[in-house]
Nanobody
Framework: QVQLVESGGGLVQAGGSLRLSCVAS????????MGWYRQAPGKQRELVAD???????NIADSVKGRFTISRDNAKNTVYLQMNSLKPEDTAVYYC?????????WGRGTQVTVSS
């Protein structure tokens, strides 16, 4: 069973930046499309970005041009660089496989953007 540990969240002012990291246990990670999801209070979890094992990416329209996803297969880690943050980006951010969340969700990392 793969375990996922997200980190890097925090409180930031609008316009600021954060870099999230997700470390996955187990070598199977490198064969999967990985994604960053987020869940805001009272809303469903949504996929914001994903990246294939070869580095091809998809970015949701709501964050396009501001968020960048990358991965280091040797470190079993996927990153989310978030720039020009907006209050509506406030959410708990999680990583998991795409399109199906194959593994138990981690605790996530809280991102709070103040206006």
């Amino acid at each position: 069973q793969v375990q996922l540990v997200e980190s890097g969240g925090g409180l930031v002012q609008a316009g600021g930046s954060l870099r999230l990291s997700c470390v996955a246990s187990g070598s199977i990670f490198r064969f999967n499309v990985m994604g960053w999801y987020r869940q805001a209070p009272g809303k469903q979890r949504e996929l914001v970005a994903d990246i294939s094992s070869g580095g091809n990416t998809n970015i949701a329209d709501s964050v396009k041009g501001r968020f960048t996803i990358s991965r280091d297969n040797a470190k079993n880690t996927v990153y989310l660089q978030m720039n020009s943050l907006k209050p509506e980006d406030t959410a708990v951010y999680y990583c998991n496989a795409v399109p199906f969340a194959l593994w138990t969700w981690g605790r996530g990392t809280q991102v709070t953007v103040s206006s």
